[in-house]
């Protein structure tokens, strides 16, 4: 299976200040015949499900504010919050798409 | 809008079944990937269960041999049958919607609100 581990597990940040989560995989998600990474983004505010914020590692889902950017590619992943606002205060977790069974990171708790 | 709404959760004793159900709208369960994922208490995610539109299924090793994926046409319903629970099942269940692309499922865009399954004695 693969692994993939988040950093840091928690993290506080002030309000307008960037956040950056950092995901890694045991393998490599790049698909070379098709040249995409096989990694979301999802966000978890308390007592709802996830919400999908990113697909392909970079690809921000209809309705997401531009402030939330993916970046990386093969083993090593980041999601940044450009300027925290109140409301993205939440736990973020990567999952892997590139092979079964799907897998995700253990999440970081992003905090004000 | 496309809503998935859960049912079926409960508290059930060690070695005991439940069904658990996700009665879809504004989309096609048949024609559609759909997922389970669940989280147990104070924890992470965890997938549990894919069903292609095709048909075919797959299970987290955790789960194989003891839970069924399942989808009824006619009330556009996705269901897991569970079996044999372990206190370590104990989760809130969650039913998804997959985006595919190329045949593999690509992220799951639409959510139930999840279901309490509680596995004690």
């Known amino acids: 299976d693969i692994v993939m581990t988040q950093s840091p597990d928690s993290l506080a940040v002030s309000l307008g200040e960037r956040a950056t989560i950092n995901c890694k995989s045991s393998q490599s998600l790049f698909y070379t015949s098709d040249k995409k990474n096989y990694l979301v983004w999802y966000q978890q505010k308390p007592g709802q499900p996830p919400k999908l914020l990113i697909s392909?590692?970079?690809i921000r889902e209809s309705g997401v504010p531009d402030r939330f950017i993916g970046s990386g590619s093969g083993t090593d992943f980041t999601l940044t919050i450009t300027s925290l606002q109140a409301e993205d205060v939440a736990v973020y977790y990567c999952?892997?798409?590139?092979?079964?069974?799907?897998?995700f990171g253990q999440g970081t708790n992003l905090e004000i | 809008e496309i809503q998935l709404m859960q049912s079926g959760g409960a508290l059930v004793q060690p070695g005991g079944s439940l069904r658990l159900s996700c009665a879809a709208s504004?989309?096609?369960?048949?024609?559609?990937?759909m997922t389970w994922v669940r989280q147990a208490p104070g924890k992470g995610l965890e997938w549990v269960s894919l069903?292609?539109?095709?048909?075919?299924?797959k299970y987290a090793d955790s789960v194989k041999g003891r839970f069924i994926i399942s989808r009824d046409t006619s009330s556009n319903t996705l269901y897991l049958e569970m079996s044999s629970l372990r206190a370590e099942d104990t989760a809130v269940y969650y039913c998804?919607?997959?985006?595919?692309?190329?045949?593999?499922?690509?992220?799951?865009?639409?959510w139930g609100q999840g279901t309490v399954v509680t596995v004690s004695s």
């Open positions: 999952e892997q798409y590139f092979s079964l069974p799907y897998t």
């Open positions: 392909w590692a970079s």
């Open positions: 069903l292609y539109s095709e048909g075919n299924t």
């Open positions: 998804a919607r997959e985006s595919v692309y190329g045949g593999w499922a690509a992220g799951a865009t639409d």
């Open positions: 504004g989309l096609i369960v048949s024609s559609s990937y």
